[in-house]
């Protein structure tokens, strides 16, 4: 609506240089003429810079508006030949402009207006009848030819409001339609313009940040959108950095002061000039879910601890009973020095086996606190590709390979835990190979996230173990408890993460860790 404003006042200013050039106007009508024009324009600016500052204008103020240019238009054509002027075509534009902002009915009562005033034109017309034929011979033609201009300029006048008014109706319909959508959604909607402005929000966006209606419109994005001090509203930098987000999770603060843990995805439109022009930013309340989540975590850890007690209780027996059955003997037979000696290693070895498995299943039950930093996970698969060299220094048929790739890899997360998966995961991989062959650790950036991979040439996962690895106290290996990749999984799954195994073409596995990578703000 600013643009059909800016476009008045620019037809206002050429009409009125074009009256006084072109039209014979006596110099006492020429002072009343120019308060007029000046009263159109300053009119014209006055509505483009309300509905600038107030995003919306009112019907009155616009049909108020409308009929200073329809006098405007009407003055222009009465002072420059009435029926001769070359300005009556600025009715079609007055009635144009009134059915698109108002309607079909206000276009029709302009386009009733202008007719009327043109034909009041026609019967006080007292001078020589236009020729607009070819050839007009008499003044009976001359006559008909100007009563028939005056019925085409009418059939024109009706036939622009209903064209305008037909559009203003699918326009509304459209905006309506929309509107409804817009306000049936469950998540939050905002569009913010270049400069940061908020110029549509829905129910949902009102209801999630306790705002009133209409309360965030025209207002700094920041302002409806609020974050903690310190903190930069996400929006706004979808704005300033050019960049969207999915699934953005941050906590917000609503209107009346409560902290809410909010989801955003941002989406950028540009204009036609490749510029900018506004940001839709669609979100939702994940507060209740965060909570639910929690909950759920919560109770899935203690079912888990009640499977694993079962598994737990199984795998001490039979420790438990080998040192019970070492200490018996060594009560019973106390003569040989190498019986003792030989009991006493079953003794310890099985002690150290029973703290094994304790220490491996509290680490599983014990929920992982992350400490959060951002580090280039290529160093970090530097450091464990040395250590494995080093701890297998002695084993001459390995080969520890690491593959990664010039640009960093940022990631966000706990840098002791994630080498403990990574060690864990480095020396399956090594024994998986019989203490030979190539160990391959890959590091790649992929969209949104970095992968680390582990390849070996060992026998593979059978079909039937791939879904079986990842629970506690499960393993093909005589010495293993089966609680390391347990550990693993819960550690990336708290780094919200991805492990997971496949099968290589040719034979062997490859263990893929999958990281978010660290976000620019981050």
């Given amino acids: 609506m600013w643009f059909i404003g800016a476009v008045r006042v620019g037809v206002l200013l050429v009409v009125a240089t074009g009256t006084f050039v072109i039209g ?39 049909w108020a508006q409308l009929l200073v240019d329809f006098g405007v238009v009407a003055a222009t054509v009465s002072f420059t030949g009435g029926p001769e002027s070359l300005f009556t075509f600025l009715f079609v534009v007055v009635i144009l402009e009134t059915g ?79 509107r409804d959508i817009l306000d049936n959604m469950n998540n939050g909607f905002l569009i913010v313009d270049h400069n940061g402005l908020v110029s549509v929000h829905n129910k949902a966006a009102n209801r999630i940040l306790d705002l009133s209606e209409g309360q965030a ?31 953005y999770e941050f906590h917000g603060l609503t209107a009346t002061g409560r902290t809410k843990l909010l989801g955003l995805s941002t989406s950028r439109a540009y204009d036609w000039r490749g510029r900018l022009s506004y940001v839709i930013a669609s979100f939702s309340d ?14 899935d850890r203690l079912a888990v601890v009640g499977e694993l007690a079962a598994g737990l209780a199984h795998e001490i027996r039979n420790p438990v009973a080998a040192i019970r059955g070492a200490v018996d003997e060594l009560r019973s037979n106390t003569g040989s020095a190498d019986l003792v000696d ?3 290693s079953i003794a310890i070895r099985e002690s150290d086996h029973l703290n094994r498995i304790v220490s491996d299943f509290l680490d ?33 048929q390995v080969e520890i390979e690491v593959r990664s790739p010039p640009a960093p890899c940022m990631v966000s997360g706990d840098r002791s835990q994630l080498r403990q998966v990574f060690v864990n995961v480095g020396k399956n991989a090594v024994e998986a190979n019989g203490m030979r062959g190539k160990v391959a650790i890959c590091v790649s950036p992929a969209p949104a996230s970095v992968e680390v991979r582990f390849d070996d040439e060992g026998p593979g996962i059978q079909p039937d173990e791939v879904a079986r690895i990842f629970e506690p106290f499960y393993t093909t ?46």
Wanted: charged share 20%; proline share 4%; net charge positive.
């Fill in 342 to 344: 030989r009991l006493a």
């Fill in 477 to 522: 290996r005589e010495s293993g408890v089966g609680m390391g990749l347990a550990v693993c999984q819960r550690i990336i799954t708290a780094h919200d993460g991805v492990i997971r195994p496949t099968l290589r073409e040719g034979g062997g596995t490859s263990m893929t860790v999958r990281l978010p990578a660290a976000r620019a703000e981050e």
């Fill in 100 to 178: 698109l902002l108002l309607g079909l009915t206000q276009g029709f009562v302009i386009a009733t207006l202008a007719t009327a005033v043109m034909l009041l034109h026609i019967l006080t017309y007292e001078g020589p009848p236009p020729t607009f034929a070819a050839d007009a011979r008499s003044s009976n033609l001359g006559l008909l030819t100007l009563w028939y201009g005056f019925s085409v300029q009418g059939l024109a006048y009706y036939l622009t409001a209903s064209i305008s008014g037909y559009w203003n109706q699918r326009v509304r319909r459209m905006l309506q339609f929309q």
């Fill in 364 to 396: 599983f039950a014990r929920n992982p606190e992350v400490r959060r930093a951002v580090f280039d996970i290529r160093e970090l698969v530097d450091e464990v590709g040395g250590w494995l060299r080093r701890k297998y220094a002695d084993a001459n």
């Fill in 24 to 62: 014979d106007i006596e110099p006492s009508v020429t002072v009343y003429l120019i308060g007029f024009y000046l009263f159109g324009v300053c009119s014209a600016l006055w509505y483009l810079v309300s509905f600038r500052w107030t995003r919306s204008a009112s019907a009155l103020a616009t």
């Fill in 286 to 299: 994940l507060t209740e879910l965060a909570e639910m989540r929690r909950e759920v975590q919560r109770q």
């Fill in 217 to 247: 419109i025209g207002r700094p994005v920041q302002e409806v959108v609020r974050v903690e001090p310190g903190e930069e509203c996400p929006i706004q930098t979808a704005l300033r950095a050019e960049r969207d987000f999915t699934r």
